[in-house]
């Protein structure tokens, strides 16, 4: 095979109320919002178009892994520690549900946050090389 996937374009996150799960992350988030429906929405920030789909009660992205252990299923990163700790306090303040800052035993430091619906996601500290080469970040 020589094509090769390129990128993660779009994210779909299950959602009970389209309209309340959009106004969170508008709000709490920051996302723009490119389209809305009675079923969905479309979303966009970090660089991804995120789908807010409607679902049924009781979905989520979250996953369980073999110790039981409720597991995220994506990770957003920042540019460095101070980023990190700087988005971990400005959640606090908007009163996303947030976990404390920790150390996983690999290069960085993570947290977890959970929307409205109890989708469970990962901030991570580390840019990655081929982003930041990319887009020319710099810390």
């Keep these: 095979m020589s094509e090769k ?18 106004e969170w992350y508008v709000n709490k988030l920051g996302a723009e919002l490119s389209y809305q429906d009675k079923d969905k929405a479309i979303l966009n920030f970090a660089n991804q178009s995120i789908f807010l789909v409607k679902s049924k009660e009781n979905q989520s992205a979250n996953f369980y892994d073999i110790y039981g252990n409720e ?22 303040e908007k009163q ?38 990319k887009y020319e970040c710099s810390k």
């Design 71 to 92: 597991h995220f299923s994506l990770t957003f990163e920042v540019d460095g520690l101070h980023a990190l700790e700087a988005i971990h306090r400005e959640f606090i």
């Design 96 to 133: 996303i549900r947030v976990g404390e800052i920790e150390e996983r035993g690999h290069t960085g430091r993570n947290f977890v946050f959970y929307d409205v619906n109890g989708n469970k996601f990962d901030v991570w500290s580390e840019l990655s090389p081929l982003f930041k080469e």
């Design 5 to 22: 996937l390129l990128r993660v374009g779009t994210t779909y996150i299950p959602v009970v109320s389209v309209e309340q799960s959009t």
